[in-house]
């Protein structure tokens, strides 16, 4: 006996609501892609556990992941930790913020006036090839703390990535929109907030989310060098006294952290640029 859409669908309306979202939790374990990421991980665990006595090379050099599960238990009760996940945040967010408020403004400017883009690009060449890292010093003699160095390394790795992109997504809007606009009596102003600007969020998106990775680079390595504090200087601690467990916990740690800041940006990006996610 076959049943209608109709039906089916009144049939499921029936269901109480605690139960169809057992339903619908269900429905997202059993998805193929959840499953083979689990069994991935699960392999990769399994194969990381008994590397040092089956003598696979590089993996077995590491400590076991018991080990470091037993490690992530005691630094989990470590203020010492959760200090170093705040400050390590809040560095990322302040440097990562001030390179969207400076890079995304100049970016537009370089693309929409053809004389800022000349004056100011090939200062832009010069200084974007060299790696934030190598700023190090010269940022510990120059800003008057250490937290100051650190934010501007952190504002650096981000810095450039959202400056280009948002350079070439505006400039690669097909002109005749613009001709179109200004033809049927739209303003500068109305150009740039209904064609240029709209035209131009994917851009900028994906330049915060690949600078966002960066900028979680750059906060470890300075951290490492020119902080005192921070997830960065609890992992060169970590080494320093030979602790390789705490060392890949920290390190994992930072993966974590990296994974949420890319997703934070994914729904931002979803939310200024609805459009993108039905294309």
């Known amino acids: 006996m076959k049943i209608s859409s109709t039906a089916a669908r009144e049939t499921m309306t029936h269901f109480p609501v605690g139960r169809r979202r057992r339903f619908r939790w269900l429905s997202k374990i059993l998805n193929l892609n959840f499953l083979l990421g689990c069994i991935s991980i699960g392999s990769f665990a399994l194969i990381w556990e008994f590397a040092r006595p089956l003598g696979i090379p590089l993996i077995g050099n590491l400590p076991p992941i018991s080990e470091v599960i037993t490690a992530s238990k005691q630094l989990l009760v470590s203020n010492l930790y959760w200090e170093g996940w705040l400050l390590s945040v809040r560095r990322i967010t302040l440097g990562f913020l001030i390179a969207q408020v400076v890079g995304v403004p100049l970016g537009l400017m370089m693309a929409m006036h053809r004389a ?34 650190v934010l501007f390394i952190v504002f650096l790795g981000a810095f450039w990535i959202v400056l280009l992109n948002t350079i070439g997504g505006a400039s690669n809007i097909d002109q005749n929109y613009k001709r179109a606009a200004l033809s049927l009596g739209s303003s500068r102003r109305d150009l740039f907030r209904r064609i240029i600007l709209p035209a131009t969020i994917p851009s900028i998106i994906t330049g915060m989310a690949v600078g966002i990775g960066i900028a979680w ?23 320093e006294i030979n602790a390789i467990a705490q060392c890949i916990v920290c390190m994992i740690s930072i993966g974590i952290a990296g994974y949420i800041s890319s997703e934070i940006i994914r729904l931002f990006g979803r939310y200024v640029a609805p459009w993108q996610a039905r294309q």
């Open 217 to 239: 680079e750059m906060v470890v390595a300075a951290e490492m060098v020119a902080g005192r504090t921070g997830l960065g200087y609890l992992l060169w601690q970590s080494f």
């Open 116 to 149: 800022s883009f000349d004056t100011l690009f090939p200062v832009v060449e010069i200084l974007r090839p060299i790696p934030p890292v190598a700023w190090i010093p010269v940022s510990i003699i120059f800003w008057p703390t250490r937290e100051l160095s």
